[in-house]
């Protein structure tokens, strides 16, 4: 907890001089005022977040946490369980989708067993398990507060290695079989929407069996209570070990001023927890894309975030963060690359 504590004191609100000044700059450079769009607005928010009037985010990563989840046994997924195991040492091959994404994106990807159902043996999967996946929601809470907040803080501690390191940007993602139920239970507590509204396919659950997806939610929430007010509350009571790590890896990259992309639906389930808990968060947070999982629009909704774009992904893993590494690192080079109307000489 005081790891937590003292990562809530760090984060601070945007610096506003960086912010006036790139400002000032993107409008001079040699375009017509606003030509292009939110990659603008994007330079600006960086400087805010870096404090830097030309910031650079030339060092990437994306943190994958991975976690299994005792609702599974409800039968709200179409995969075997084991595919969580069998995919997480893949992550540090390099052969799963994030990673050819973060490839041709020049960025690492580390990979965190947070609490998968069996032990991993790999050298590259960093071993921070809280245990062997959470407990069945529909039964009792996912998690203990404690747990929650160790999920929490094994986040923090893994982005401040990160940028420890030099890593000036940071992407999250995830690996877990049913994990998006977890990320529907928190959408519909912290929106208060029906499950069946928010609740999708996943990994491919076929559409006659989701009012069942949406009925073990319901029966989740009816059981723990979760209280929408504390998103600690609500990450132990429906959440997920992954879901977790990854709003800490939030709350880690706002404390230390660097920008944060966040991918699809779980990932922003995990922005939902971290804005919960301090609100500030969300100036730091980069939404990639929409995902199409069915819930992804709500929750990114319930926090403000307009996605860069939308392309019907709904993988996970990081992989929508990684593609939007691209666009992100293009607006530093706007501001570093392009020059004035006045450097150019012209006078309008």
Known sequence: MEK???TLQMISELNQEAMTKTRARVDALIK????????EDLAVQLAGITGNPFPVVDKKVVIVMSADHGVYQEGIAPNPQIITAIQTPNFAKGVTGVCAFAKQAGAE????????????????????KIRYGTSNMAEGPAMSREEAIQALEIGIEVAEAQIKAGKNLIGTGEMGIGNTTASAAIVAVMGNYDPLEVVGIGAGLPTDQLSHKANVICKAIAHNKPDSKDGIDVLAKVGGFEIGGMAGTML??????????????ISTAAAIIACSIETKVKNYLIPSHCSAEKGGKAALNLIGLQPMFDMGMRLGEGSGAAIAFNIVEAATYMVKEMITLEESGIIL
Not at 113 to 127: K, R, T
Not at 253 to 264: F, I, L, N, T, Y
């Open 32 to 39: 017509p005022p606003g030509s292009l769009g939110r990659l």
């Open 4 to 6: 937590l504590q003292q």
């Open 109 to 128: 990807v580390v990979i965190v067993d947070i609490g998968v159902a069996v032990d991993i043996e790999h050298p590259g999967v960093l071993q921070r």
């Open 252 to 265: 880690a990259a706002a404390a230390h001023g660097v920008p944060v992309v966040v991918d699809g639906f």
